[in-house]
Each structure stands twice: as C-alpha cells, then as structure tokens.
C-alpha cells in the first residue's frame, strides 16, 4: 500500500473529528501494510489537552505490539504534529512520519522548528510533509470558518 491510502485513512479519522466539532485532525500508524493504531482530535470532547490525534494512535499501537517501541512503524497524520506530538513521536521510536498540511503556528517538523533534525535526540525518524496537503488543509479551513462565524 502507498502513503496515500494509509493518508486517506487518517483523513477519515479527521472527519470524525470535524463531525464532533473537534479540531479536524486524523492519524493511523501502519505497521507491516496493517492499520495498528489510528484517532483523531478529543481535546475538546474530553475537556483534556493531552487528546490529540496522534496519542489516541500511539497508545492503540502500543496496546496492540505490547511495547512502547513503535519501531518500523509509519505514523500517518493529516496536520504537521505540535511539540507534544512530535516529541511522542521520537519517543515512541516510530521509523517515519507522513503528514499532509503544515501546520504554520505550531508544526515541528519544519514550520516553526524541526524536532526530528535535532542533533541531540537519539531516535531519527523520516519525514515526508504534503500528502493530501490541499484537502487536509481544506478541511482545516472549513473548521476554523465555521468556528468564527459562530463566534460572530
């Protein structure tokens, strides 16, 4: 399978969130061409700021492997990852990262810092930024449209 099925499936996951008026952010980890892991933003829902995307995704893969080593795991996430998520990420020890919009206030994959090139970490992970970059940030803007017309 490409990154864009496995990006496709995060993007179902972000319309999940969208649909529970979340901030519209899907993630699903690959491991072996399977699905291991996947969520979507509950930040709101659960009134609780550590529920993004991409820990909902890490804590099912790691249920699912029995280990806190994510290794040769792909992390499909439709928004670059913040500092928490990023941090998760190289902590988790997941092999790649494949994100579709930059998320230009908070990404730390490049947009405001490159948390996976800092020289002192002692986990690489490989990036790939841009898949389905124009329908993940499509939906990122209807989201943020609609929450400020509601707040008119």
């Keep these: 399978m490409c990154d864009m099925t496995f990006?496709?499936?995060?993007?179902?996951?972000?319309?999940?969130?969208?649909?529970?008026d979340e901030t519209p952010i899907g993630c699903v980890i690959e491991y072996e061409g399977k699905i291991i892991g996947s969520g979507y933003n509950l930040r709101n829902t659960k009134k609780n700021p550590l529920c993004h995307a991409e820990i909902a995704a890490i804590n099912?893969?790691?249920?699912?492997?029995?280990?806190?080593?994510?290794?040769?795991?792909?992390?499909?996430v439709?928004?670059?990852?913040?500092?928490?998520?990023?941090?998760?990420i190289v902590q988790a020890r997941i092999k790649r990262l494949v994100y579709g919009a930059e998320n230009k206030k908070a990404g730390c994959?490049?947009?405001v810092i490159n948390l996976f090139e800092l020289s002192g970490l002692n986990h690489?992970?490989?990036?790939?930024?841009?898949?389905?970059?124009?329908?993940?940030?499509k939906l990122m803007s209807l989201f943020f449209e609609g929450l400020r017309n509601r707040n008119l």
């Design 109 to 111: 994959a490049g947009s």
């Design 60 to 76: 099912e893969a790691s249920q699912y492997l029995g280990d806190w080593r994510l290794e040769g795991t792909t992390i499909y």
């Design 7 to 20: 990006m496709q499936k995060a993007y179902e996951q972000a319309l999940k969130a969208y649909e529970n």
């Design 124 to 137: 690489r992970v490989e990036v790939t930024g841009g898949v389905m970059r124009e329908e993940t940030s």
């Design 78 to 88: 439709t928004v670059e990852p913040c500092p928490m998520c990023a941090g998760a």
